[in-house]
């Protein structure tokens, strides 16, 4: 596609469930970004891949949140027992070149609630 | 950790007035991008600025970059209906630091 899909658009889950949320980057984009945006903020690095390598993960909140990048392309954000303060939108961005102050390309996001 | 700040939080304007959002920071900056996040939607990049004193124009929107490298500037003039959204500034390392936007409203 022309631009960064992200699957689902929304997501509920019970507290204390897994979820697993899905990011397709634009084709050929080296870099990968997740955020997360609370209500009302600004967006939240989380973590960033260069192709399948995980160069940062200093954003990740707590050991509940794992990404992975495996092939260089698709990448999935998993939160596991997920609790109430994970609810957010979960932005992925995707740039094409692995430099710093590159423009990022964004997805519609997943809306995460957890109950 | 490094932040940058952003004003007014929210600003309500008539069409046709001007708007100007700010973005401050402590710390010399390397390089700073704006984005613009219509509601419900994601953030979309508007321009980057790289030098001192850089000014850059986008139409009717006017871009700054302060001589120190600290602080940056998005100027509307004559705004629309269709500029409402919230605009962010964002420290551009490998990853992006945002500041907590300035939300814009306008009024018919």
């Known amino acids: 596609g022309a631009g960064v899909s992200q699957s689902p658009r929304y997501k509920v889950a019970k507290r204390g469930q897994d979820v697993a949320l899905r990011c397709d980057p634009i084709s050929g984009h080296v870099s990968l970004f997740w955020y997360q945006q609370a209500l009302g903020q600004g967006p939240e690095f989380l973590t960033y891949?260069?192709?399948?390598?995980?160069?940062?993960k200093s954003g990740l909140p707590s050991d509940r949140f794992f990404a992975e990048r495996p092939e260089g392309s698709v990448s999935t954000l998993k939160i596991q027992r997920t609790q109430q303060e994970d609810s957010a939108v979960y932005l992925c961005a995707s740039s094409w070149d692995r430099g710093s102050g590159q423009p990022q390309h964004f997805g519609d996001g997943t809306r995460l609630s957890i109950l | 950790g490094q932040q940058v700040m952003q004003i007014p939080q929210y600003q309500h304007v008539q069409e046709g007035e001007d708007f100007t959002t700010y973005c401050n920071s402590s710390t010399t900056l390397s390089n700073i991008q704006w984005y613009k996040q219509r509601p419900g939607g994601h953030p979309v990049f508007l321009i980057q600025?790289?030098?001192?004193?850089e000014v850059k124009k986008q139409k009717r929107l006017t871009f700054q970059f302060g001589e120190a490298k600290k602080n940056s500037s998005l100027h509307i003039t004559a705004t629309r209906t269709t500029d409402v959204g919230t605009y962010f500034c964002a420290q551009a390392g490998t990853a992006l630091i945002f500041g907590k936007g300035t939300t814009l409203s306008v009024s018919s």
């Open positions: 600025l790289v030098k001192s004193g």
């Open positions: 891949f260069q192709n399948e390598a995980q160069l940062d």
